[in-house]
């Protein structure tokens, strides 16, 4: 669960994608964990609603430009979860590989 273990967790790179403020490789050591994990579970709720609502707009539209929009939307949050993944828990590891799957069976990715 987020990283913990052996490995050392590279809280630089956290913290860049989920803080509004990314931090410096010299900060960064001093932002406690649990701050990077409410920013990692805010930033990914707001993301996978996203990506949710898009994927029901590209079936129910029949405009060909807003279904391209929305699928490149897609990939693009799809992208940012594929970063995030190493910082991610296990139920939201889950969720990325779900909607990697939505992306897959419709022939998006």
Same mark, same amino acid.
């Given at each position: 669960?987020? #990283?913990? #273990?052996?490995k050392k967790i590279d809280k630089a790179a956290w913290g860049a994608l989920v803080l509004a403020f990314p931090p410096t490789p010299e900060s960064a050591e001093q932002i406690p964990i649990e701050k990077l994990r409410r920013a990692? +579970?805010? /930033?990914? /709720?707001?993301k996978v609603r996203i990506f949710m +609502?898009?994927? +029901? &707009? &590209? *079936? *129910?539209?029949?405009? +060909?430009?807003? *279904?391209? #929009?929305r699928i490149d939307l897609c990939r693009k949050h799809y992208g940012y979860f594929l970063e995030l993944k190493p910082f991610a828990t296990p139920e939201r590891q889950a969720t990325i590989r779900k909607c990697g799957k939505i992306l897959a069976q419709n022939g998006w990715l």
């Open positions: 669960m987020f #990283g913990f #273990g052996k990692t +579970e805010h /930033v990914f /709720v707001q +609502e898009s994927v +029901e &707009i &590209i *079936r *129910r539209t029949k405009n +060909e430009d807003t *279904r391209q #929009g």
